[in-house]
């Protein structure tokens, strides 16, 4: 396992549509979340799972971003009736709490750039 | 609300000359993140900080922590081109075995020239 995976790598779609983006995780790594980038800014945390529950969700997270983590592998984010304010870049990270000398320490992946036109 | 503030942040300086970076928070925390994202890429992990006058060095950058003034530090001595990015602290509010999203700076642009 080389790192934190995400799919796809760049989204186009119009305003209105939904959209599921995809993370896999570093494979030993119990924790997993998701961040959202727009230009020339830091990123924003958004939601956070340890394992397959949801325990911290951002109030950026809007009753139209769902995530799910089944069975406490994989993770999807999903937008839903997209606005153009959603474009950014959507970045997944992982860690883990087993390793004390790292606690927390976050890796990512190369991020879902979104465009909603 | 925790509050991360970066300055400079815009940096561009020579190669050769050393800087500081300096990243403040508004809120009581013992472990801080240090990240390099390059134009278009993710952000890869540069420092991990994670008690009061914690200090880590890899080649030509250095970070240290102070908890008690909130402040933590990323040195660049000898500046290279290559070290030329965009650098983030991030602060993880929970101290003891929580844990939650990082809360990033809004990152150093620093530009090395030859």
């Known amino acids: 396992d080389t790192g934190v995976s995400q799919d796809p790598r760049h989204k186009i779609t119009k305003r209105g549509q939904n959209v599921t983006f995809r993370c896999d995780p570093i494979?030993?790594?119990?924790?997993l979340y998701w961040y959202r980038q727009t230009l020339g800014q830091g990123p924003e945390f958004l939601t956070y799972f340890q394992n397959e529950a949801q325990l911290e969700k951002s109030r950026l997270l809007s009753d139209r971003f769902s995530a799910e983590r089944p069975k406490g592998s994989f993770s999807t984010l999903e937008i839903q009736r997209t606005e153009q304010g959603d474009s950014a870049m959507y970045l997944c990270?992982?860690?883990?709490?087993?390793?004390?000398?790292?606690?927390?320490?976050?890796?990512f992946g190369p991020g879902t750039r979104l465009t909603v036109l | 609300e925790l509050k991360v503030e970066q300055n400079p942040l815009f940096l561009s300086m020579q190669e050769g000359k050393n800087y500081t970076i300096y990243c403040n928070y508004s809120?009581?925390?013992?472990?801080l993140y240090w990240y390099r994202q390059d134009p278009g890429k993710s952000l890869e992990s540069l420092f991990v900080l994670l008690s009061n006058g914690a200090v880590k060095q890899e080649g030509r950058l250095m970070a240290s922590l102070d908890t008690k003034a909130r402040l933590s530090t990323l040195h660049i001595t000898a500046a290279v081109h290559d070290l030329s990015a965009t650098y983030f602290c991030a602060v993880d509010p929970y101290s003891g075995g929580g844990a939650d999203g990082l809360t990033f700076g809004k990152g150093t642009h620093l530009i090395i020239q030859p």
């Open positions: 809120t009581t925390s013992d472990r």
């Open positions: 494979s030993e790594h119990n924790r």
């Open positions: 990270a992982s860690s883990s709490n087993r390793d004390s000398s790292s606690y927390n320490e976050q890796f």
